[in-house]
């Protein structure tokens, strides 16, 4: 073998001193970090390959200090990040962070046990039963998807996979009723503004793709799914021989905050028998303040719901909330019976084995970390969180409006403001309006100075500014109006 030598020292990687000292580095480097998240360009502006390009091509053989890797963070990776605690970033949705939620991550990290069945670790199955049902309450869910009325929660690493076991769930109860065979018959809906993750899990499960139906939304409803379209396209599929087997609702969709009729999407989802799942990641969220949950109303017709703290409640990646009002069908779906996992608990059948409501066998104590977050912060200070996101929304929103060279193409509903720059008069080079608002976008994006996503919505290209970083105060909104106002008038120009 080559020239791999054997340290002389004793190697201890949980030595207690290095560990206190050099946590204590990070936290410090970290929180510089926070203090200069501004001064960056928001979106990173390096080039593919950048980072490939000047590292080492093989591993160092003996330990590098601390100090030395920190400074290789600053001048090479930093750069090459994308500042999403920067108060300046609005695009997608925000990923909060907060002190309760790197505190809860650091506890979860540091006590790194592997709860996957109750004896591993009975206090993170425990907490996590105790947090799934104190969340649900602050959602006002109806009893039955709570562990106290016979249903349960899960906390997943994100609402795909909260998708996937759903949707593994609702296609083997299905199929135990009409047989295995069938399942190249069974269709999966939603809408054209539903998230891909619907279209992934639906693959995932073996849903054939041409029976994946992304139903038409129009400003009519608010690119809302209408139930009516919803039994049509059932109907049909019944007749040619199909068989109707799972509806995702969207409370707050990713492209434009549009939120789908629970209520009557449940009444079509009973008269098909067919799984009905709310996807609520983003406005989830917002539906604990009491003037915003109305969103929610129906949602005692839907077999299970989900929403990400990791996206809008102060709660560091990654969390996922997934209530079921039928924890059996998740079980029955998901679990295996290995015998080196056989223990008198699991037999007893008295305990929650969460290994069996998820695609992986290890698993976080993410419980940690959302029960921080309610604790250190208590709902009185999460709901004024969420309200003061969108009282910054409506601020924005009303600054487009002061510019007739602007348009908001959406309604506002919780935070996200969909605008674009009004189309051109026609015969100008411009279509519809999207080459002018794409070039405007990558202005305001290679500025550094804010960062926007955009989506189309019924055929619209429009940019997104969604507002809710931890950071992001009105100064920062009405800076970034600025900004956009300046490359307009620059656009418009020339
Ligand atoms: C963000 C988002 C998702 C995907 O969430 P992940 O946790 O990243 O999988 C799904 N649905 C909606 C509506 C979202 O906004």
Redesign the pocket.
């Known amino acids: 073998m080559g020239s791999l030598s054997v340290p002389t020292d004793i190697f201890n990687p949980l030595d207690i001193n290095t560990f206190t000292q050099e946590s204590q580095m990070v936290l410090n480097f970290i929180s510089d970090y926070y203090k200069n998240v501004e001064n960056f360009p928001v979106q990173s502006q390096v080039e593919p390959g950048y980072l490939w390009k000047n590292s080492p091509n093989t591993p160092p053989n003996s330990p590098e200090s601390l100090e030395t890797i920190l400074d290789d963070i600053r001048s090479s990776i930093i750069p090459g990040l994308t500042h999403w605690q920067s108060p300046n970033f609005f695009a997608f949705?925000q990923a909060n962070a907060s002190t309760a939620g790197f505190l809860g991550e650091m506890l979860c990290t540091g006590f790194n046990v592997v709860g996957f069945n109750w004896i591993t670790s009975p206090a993170a199955t425990e907490l996590e039963r105790v947090v799934m049902d104190w969340m649900g309450k602050l959602l006002n869910l109806p009893s039955p998807f709570l562990f106290s009325g016979n249903g349960g929660g899960v906390l997943h690493g994100?609402?795909?996979?909260s998708i996937v076991c759903t949707l593994a769930a609702a296609r083997d109860a299905l199929l135990k009723e009409v047989g295995g065979d069938k399942i190249t018959k069974l269709v999966v809906y939603g809408s054209d503004q539903t998230?891909f993750?619907l279209q992934k899990a639906s693959k995932l499960v073996g849903i054939p793709p041409s029976n994946f139906r992304a139903l038409a939304t129009t400003a009519s409803t608010g690119f809302g799914l209408c139930a009516h379209d919803v039994r049509k396209a059932m109907q049909e599929d019944v007749a040619s021989g199909l068989i109707p087997l799972f509806l995702c609702a969207?409370v707050?969709?990713?492209g434009c905050g549009a939120v789908d009729p629970i209520e009557s999407l449940g009444h079509v989802a009973r008269e098909y028998g067919v799984w009905f799942h709310v996807?609520a990641?983003?406005a989830g969220s917002a539906c604990i303040c009491p003037e915003y949950r109305h969103y929610l109303d129906g949602v005692e017709h839907a077999d299970s719901i989900s929403m990400?703290p990791?996206?809008w409640f102060l709660t560091n990646m990654?969390c996922?909330c997934l209530w079921v009002k039928n924890p059996r069908s998740l079980v029955d779906s998901l679990s295996t019976d290995p015998e080196i996992l056989r223990n008198e608990a699991t037999e007893s059948m008295g305990v929650v084995d969460y290994k069996d409501w998820q695609i992986a066998l290890s698993r976080r104590f993410r419980a940690m970390k959302l029960w921080v977050v309610i604790r250190r912060y208590g709902v009185a200070n999460l709901m004024a969180h969420i309200r003061s996101d969108i009282s910054l929304a409506k601020r924005f929103e009303a600054l487009v409006k002061t510019d007739s060279r602007f348009e908001v193409v959406v309604p506002r509903r919780f935070a996200l403001v969909c605008f674009r720059l009004k189309p051109p008069r026609k015969g100008e080079d411009d279509d519809d309006g999207s080459k002018l608002n794409r070039k405007l976008l990558g202005a305001i994006n290679s500025s550094g100075r804010a960062y926007m996503s955009h989506s189309v919505v019924g055929g619209t290209y429009t940019i997104r500014c969604a507002i809710g970083t931890t950071l992001t105060s009105q100064q920062h909104v009405e800076a970034a109006w600025k900004l956009i106002q300046e490359k307009a008038d620059h656009f418009l120009l020339v």
Request: aromatic share 10%; proline share 0%.
């Open positions: 949705f994100s609402t795909c996979e998230h993750s969207t707050g969709t990713t996807d990641a983003y990400n990791h996206k990654d996922c």
